[in-house]
T-cell receptor, first 114, second 114 residues
Framework: AQSVTQLDSQVPVFEEAPVELRCNYSSSVSVYLFWYVQYPNQGLQLLLKYLSGSTLVKGINGFEAEFNKSQTSFHLRKPSVHISDTAEYFCAVTVADSNYQLIWGAGTKLIIKP | DGGITQSPKYLFRKEGQNVTLSCEQNLNHDAMYWYRQDPGQGLRLIYYSQIVNDFQKGDIAEGYSVSREKKESFPLTVTSAQKNPTAFYLC?????????????FGPGTRLTVT
């Protein structure tokens, strides 16, 4: 069975510093990978997704992620964070080109320190 | 504006009562989903529907029921059989149930059962 591991439950970082949120998945088949963001007491919004092609994926709000098949990882990065990036970030994976549902990570809370 | 509406935002019930959570979308999406979110656990799929008058159980369907009589609507009933119903409930939709399609989320309903 597939699983997704978000290695950090919380990541504190100073404003304007870079950040990396880590995501690893377990799968022996082709996968699609997603990062969603959830602001406090709201629903989720798609940040970016990897389906195929370039392993570096750019998303909204200056975020990007790199698909690494050999390490089964899909880490999310931002070169300079802002206070408005305070949110919880979820990584999700599913089997490529299928009707399979998303498997979600437990989430990482990004805490921006002024 | 197109989107997903969930009502109410907060819901309080006594133990032993059934309660129905509303989810409406005007995105003309075929697929709709219900997730439960608990702190530190990410999202868990309760039910999903790929098309009107059809729905499938997710990972934690016990104690819940759904209907999909209209394309726009996918209400979730939390029954008295659900042992631990207090949680944040999220409804989502996607154009189709295929894995490549982004899911769009509603703002959520926080249910408290005492």
């Amino acid at each position: 069975a597939q699983s997704v591991t978000q290695l950090d439950s919380q990541v504190p970082v100073f404003e304007e510093a870079p950040v990396e949120l880590r995501c690893n998945y377990s799968s022996s088949v082709s996968v699609y990978l997603f990062w969603y963001v959830q602001y406090p007491n709201q629903g989720l919004q798609l940040l970016l997704k990897y389906l195929s092609g370039s392993t570096l994926v750019k998303g909204i709000n200056g975020f990007e992620a790199e698909f690494n098949k050999s390490q089964t990882s899909f880490h999310l990065r931002k070169p300079s964070v802002h206070i408005s990036d305070t949110a919880e970030y979820f990584c999700a994976v599913t089997v490529a080109d299928s009707n399979y549902q998303l498997i979600w990570g437990a989430g990482t809370k990004l805490i921006i320190k002024p | 504006d197109g989107g997903i509406t969930q009502s109410p935002k907060y819901l309080f019930r006594k133990e032993g009562q059934n309660v129905t959570l509303s989810c409406e979308q005007n995105l003309n999406h075929d697929a709709m989903y219900w997730y439960r979110q608990d702190p530190g656990q990410g999202l868990r799929l309760i039910y999903y529907s790929q098309i009107v008058n059809d729905f499938q159980k997710g990972d934690i369907a016990e104690g819940y029921s759904v209907s999909r009589e209209k394309k726009e609507s996918f209400p979730l009933t939390v029954t008295s059989a659900q042992k631990n119903p207090t949680a944040f409930y999220l409804c989502a939709s996607s154009i189709y149930a295929r894995s490549s399609y982004e899911q769009y989320f509603g703002p959520g309903t926080r249910l408290t059962v005492t």
